[in-house]
């Protein structure tokens, strides 16, 4: 990953007292999709699934993610599918 790939979505939380950057919740979703090869298609879907089930993030904030990483026409058939 480079780019805006890298840095978009970066969250900074305090565990412990430290300041620790994670990616966000629809950022994440977007990077299982991304590594779907690796990891699998299939919890590449569940976490969009429960993500969208617990409305932890919205559609806008999906689309804009798959933008940045370059999913958009990987993601479209599943995203359309949820509204």
């Given at each position: 990953?480079?780019?805006?790939?890298?840095?978009?979505?970066?969250?900074?939380?305090?565990?412990?007292?430290?300041?620790?950057?994670?990616?966000?919740?629809?950022?994440?979703?977007?990077?299982?999709?991304?590594?779907?090869?690796?990891?699998?298609?299939?919890?590449?879907?569940?976490a969009l699934r429960e993500c969208w089930q617990q409305q932890r993030c919205s559609m806008d904030e999906l689309w804009y993610y798959a933008k940045v990483c370059r999913?958009?026409?990987?993601?479209?058939?599943?995203?359309?599918?949820?509204?």
């Amino acid at each position: 990953m480079s780019g805006l790939s890298l840095i978009e979505g970066v969250e900074n939380h305090q565990i412990e007292g430290c300041n620790v950057p994670i990616y966000s919740m629809p950022k994440t979703v977007v990077d299982c999709f991304k590594f779907r090869h690796k990891i699998g298609l299939d919890i590449a879907l569940e976490a969009l699934r429960e993500c969208w089930q617990q409305q932890r993030c919205s559609m806008d904030e999906l689309w804009y993610y798959a933008k940045v990483c370059r999913m958009r026409n990987v993601m479209r058939p599943y995203l359309e599918s949820l509204t």
